[in-house]
């Protein structure tokens, strides 16, 4: 997969909008009762970047980030303003935010994930482009040290313990993190009318998740 392991201007990001999508299948019956059906088993998050575009040179900063990524040919990193923890909206990341694994004595590497809620159908998602420096991993609820117990793949989210430190059978892997999200352009075509632009209106600037 073509990916640039850049992160789209932030300061423009936190002014944007968008959130997760799903494609669900609905089926009124005669009698009036539905059916439904998920299609997706994992959601797919949209944004739309030109609310945070206010400026011309926000403008010119996008229209040579979108150059760059030559359209819709590269992926980059985004920041979703509301959803870039594994902690609660203003709780600090601790190593025991989110249960990633439990061990079995011999599985080494696990994948960094974030669970949504915890009583009817909790859904994980796993975590693939975790923020440089941000990570924090416990095996029941003990620190572990990155580079002396683990390693970790920034590219990818992947945890692997190291020799002499994969986890024990039962024992509960957890971790703590910020996180960017995979998106590239869902357009290959930038549109901008600066006439328009002048007067206030907001310039379109699709963007899509890669799911992984």
Do not use: C
């Amino acid at each position: 997969m073509s990916f640039h392991e850049i992160l789209f201007p932030l300061d423009i990001a936190l002014k944007s909008a968008g959130g997760p999508e799903r494609r669900t299948d609905v089926v009124v019956l005669g009698s009036g009762r539905e059916e439904r059906n998920a299609r997706w088993a994992h959601s797919r998050r949209r944004y739309d970047a030109g609310y945070g575009v206010k400026t011309f040179d926000a403008l010119s900063q996008v229209v040579a980030f979108f150059e760059e990524r030559r359209g819709r040919l590269y992926g980059f990193r985004w920041r979703d303003r509301l959803d870039h923890a594994s902690a609660a909206a203003g709780t600090a990341v601790s190593a025991t935010d989110q249960v990633i694994g439990v061990g079995d004595g011999m599985t080494a590497t696990f994948q960094l994930a974030k669970t949504y809620g915890s009583v009817y159908a909790p859904y994980q998602r796993a975590i693939v482009k975790p923020v440089s420096g941000s990570v924090l991993v416990a095996v029941d609820s003990v620190a572990a040290v990155e580079g002396t117990a683990y390693s970790l793949d920034e590219t990818t989210g992947l945890v692997t313990f190291l020799a002499g430190h994969i986890p024990a059978s039962g024992s509960s892997i957890t971790a703590g993190f910020l996180f960017d999200v995979p998106v590239r352009f869902d357009s290959d075509y930038l549109e901008v009318d600066l006439s328009a632009f002048a007067a206030g209106a907001i310039p379109k600037i699709p963007l899509i998740e890669i799911r992984p």
